[in-house]
């Protein structure tokens, strides 16, 4: 098990690695709900793509701020003590 594990962590820091320089170059990424279009897509009687309602979870904006860049606020935050 041991053997495994140091086997896979120059694979698992190297994909890290590779997260956290995403998350510094390019901070928001699409939104998973609407795909980034900032609408939800529906269909009309005929089976054409029309504008549905505005997506809730982005405020129609289309981008979300990634996780690991959401965390480094966090940490930034708590380390500076400021609210």
Do not use: E, W
């Not at 140091?6 to 699409?30: D, E, H, K, N, R």
């Not at 897509?41 to 129609?60: E, N, S």
């Not at 965390?71 to 708590?78: K, Q, S």
């Amino acid at each position: 098990m041991l053997n495994a594990l140091l086997t896979a962590s120059p694979g698992l820091l190297f994909v890290t690695i590779c997260y956290a320089l995403l998350c510094a170059t390019s901070p928001f990424g699409t939104c998973r709900k609407c795909r980034g279009l900032g609408f939800q897509l529906a269909h009309d009687r005929r089976g054409r793509p029309t504008r549905g309602k505005h997506c809730r979870r982005c405020d129609g904006i289309g981008t979300r701020i990634r996780v690991g860049r959401h965390l480094y606020h966090l940490a930034r935050r708590i380390g500076s003590g400021a609210r």
